[in-house]
């Protein structure tokens, strides 16, 4: 009894990176439909030249809804997937140190599995936000009509991306901490939200699918404020958000900068897709420099990473490596 009654919640928790997808699916060809009845000559006009040969108005809800689902919403579920092997890597040291009831060890373990999802999902989404066209234009080369509905959309799951991460490390730690249904309840809050904003925003003509990712971006804020909110009065501690959030998002502006800068500069001499490659490396160069140069981690911190001893060394000995704390 006890096993189901811890298991239930933490296997609907799970769905939190998906919830918005669910919410998606049963809500936005519908709405889409009220919008085109209610104006279609915005919609049409908004997507002028970019709809099909032959295209019907009962046909535009499911195209924009495929086009959706099959590019952005596909993209935006990479990153979640990478930063949750954080959350359950994290799982074992926030359970050790709450049964060890050592405040300390408990705010470190917390802190620290919030700055390496951090380190990942505040770069990535970036990334995705300002590279949204190009890396859309890489991906699917013969595909840029779509494309050019698709990249607005991804510019901001771009930035969803960072909360939904965040989010779910947050729902790992209060598992580990004995709150296994906390974050059920917050799933259902912002799922609540997304589908009331969905329901309002989407049926806008001017809007249509345009709004469904404000819908998700506004979803997952809330629930990550409550999660962080939740750990901070359960846990008897407060998180870092000074190193956890502020000197990751620092260094992710800086590679935001980076990467459309190196775009601008190497499209003027070479293809686009090979400047959006160029692009990317370099600023993951940049990002990985400013993390370095502002200390951002520590020795323990690449510790939790496969190679991560041997680096760390190195990184101790030019002077990039802040010490444990």
């Known amino acids: 009894k006890t096993l189901i009654t811890i298991s239930i919640p933490v296997c609907l928790a799970t769905l939190s990176t998906n919830i918005t997808n669910l919410i998606d699916l049963v809500s936005l060809i519908s709405r889409?439909?009220?919008?085109?009845?209610?104006?279609?000559?915005?919609?049409?006009?908004?997507y002028e030249g970019l709809f099909p040969d032959g295209m019907t108005l009962n046909g535009i809800p499911n195209y924009l809804y495929g086009v959706y689902s099959g590019m952005p919403v596909t993209m935006f579920n990479l990153v979640p997937a990478i930063a949750l092997t954080f959350g359950t890597a994290a799982l074992p040291n926030v359970a050790a140190a709450w049964t060890s009831h050592n405040r300390h060890r408990i705010k470190y373990s917390v802190d620290t599995v919030l700055r390496l999802t951090t380190l990942v999902a505040v770069p990535a989404g970036f990334g995705l936000s300002v590279l949204s066209k190009e890396i859309l234009s890489l991906l699917y080369p013969l595909r840029l009509t779509?494309?050019?509905i698709a990249a607005p959309l991804l510019k901001v799951m771009g930035l969803t991306v960072i909360f939904v991460c965040t989010s779910a490390s947050c729902h790992s730690i209060l598992q580990g901490i004995g709150k296994e249904r906390l974050p059920l309840f917050f799933m259902l809050g912002g799922a609540a939200v997304k589908l009331l904003l969905n329901y309002i925003l989407v049926a806008i003509p001017k809007f249509n699918i345009q709004a469904a990712p404000y819908g998700s971006l506004v979803c997952y804020l809330l629930i990550m404020i409550a999660d962080i909110a939740a750990i901070d009065h359960c846990a008897q501690i407060r998180v870092n958000l000074y190193a956890v959030f502020i000197k990751p998002v620092f260094a992710g502006i800086f590679c935001a900068v980076a990467a459309k800068g190196g775009y601008l500069l190497a499209d003027l001499i070479l293809p686009s897709r090979i400047a959006t490659v160029l692009a990317i490396g370099f600023a993951a160069l940049v990002y990985v420099l400013v993390v370095l140069l502002t200390r951002t981690v520590t020795e323990k911190d690449f510790k939790m990473i496969p190679k991560g001893e041997k680096v760390a060394k190195f990184l101790e000995k030019i002077h990039l490596l802040r010490e444990n704390t």
């Open 32 to 46: 889409l439909k009220y919008a085109i009845t209610l104006d279609s000559k915005t919609v049409l006009t908004m």
């Open 146 to 148: 779509e494309v050019e």
